[in-house]
């Protein structure tokens, strides 16, 4: 299905969203994830992210990390399914991961011969989402970029299809590509409402996460916060409460 965007009026979810089941877990208990985040911890993110980043409309918050983290996905995942399942929000997840843009294959391009652009029309990526079933939780996966030869004019709409999430969505999150392997999160961080970091407890170190948030500030992103995975702490779980 194909929509034409200019001649679309109103929320994206005016339109009939086919559903599909989560391929993910549906539950997300203490301890079972390998991010280490406990559910209480995704509340209290969902919270802060909702009064930190004062909208109108619906909040888009990006998640990026600086090196490859196998699990910001499921970080992202989950803070949309618990948002959508336990506060009763209707959330998208957008799984961006994939968004790769390898300047390599633009300067190859100069010394053979011409190879032709991959399409990459926003208005496919909109008549992508799909829905959870059961839940007020939708889908969205960026396809990739390698290959686009010219990205700005869907760096263009951007700011146009953001808004149109806003008007459908309490609230979006997007796991971004990490900034080591692809630029889309720093080409992104101006067109959301907040900018996130995730960093791995004994892994990232203070000047590569530093790097990372002076230039997202530097492309005109907000930072408004940093979310710590695999962190093992030594107080038993059933102490933290208390503490």
């Known amino acids: ?23 993910l877990p549906p539950r997300v208990a203490a301890g079972s994830r390998l991010h280490g985040l406990e559910p209480g911890e ?3 993110l969902h919270h802060s992210l909702a009064e930190s980043l004062d909208c109108t409309h619906g ?40 968004m790769r843009f390898d300047m390599k294959e633009h300067t190859a391009v100069r010394r053979q011969e011409p190879v032709p652009a991959r399409e990459f029309d926003i208005d496919d990526i909109e008549a992508s989402i799909t829905r959870v079933v059961g839940l007020e939780l939708y889908q969205l996966t960026f396809p990739s970029m390698q290959g686009a030869l010219n990205l700005a004019p869907t760096l263009r709409r951007m700011p146009e299809f953001l808004d149109r999430l ?31 970091l995730v960093l791995e407890a004994g892994r990232t170190r203070a000047p590569v996460a530093m790097e990372l ?13 940093t979310v710590l ?9 059933f102490l933290r409460r208390w503490l």
């Open 42 to 44: 995704l509340v209290k």
């Open 1 to 23: 299905m194909r929509m034409n965007y200019s001649s679309v009026e109103g929320p994206i979810l005016e339109r009939n969203v086919p559903e599909l089941m989560s391929r």
């Open 59 to 98: 909040v888009i918050a990006q998640f990026v990390a600086p090196e490859p983290d196998a699990t910001i996905e499921a970080v992202v995942y989950d803070l949309a399914y618990v948002s959508a399942a336990w506060l009763d929000k209707r959330v998208l997840f957008v799984n961006g991961t994939g």
């Open 229 to 237: 995975t695999h962190y093992q702490s030594p107080i038993p779980r």
């Open 166 to 196: 806003r008007d459908s969505f309490d609230m979006v999150v997007i796991a971004s590509p990490p900034a080591s392997a692809a630029p889309m999160g720093v080409l992104l961080s101006p067109f959301v409402d907040g900018n996130i």
């Open 213 to 225: 948030r002076d230039s997202l500030s530097a492309s005109g992103g907000a930072v408004v916060g």
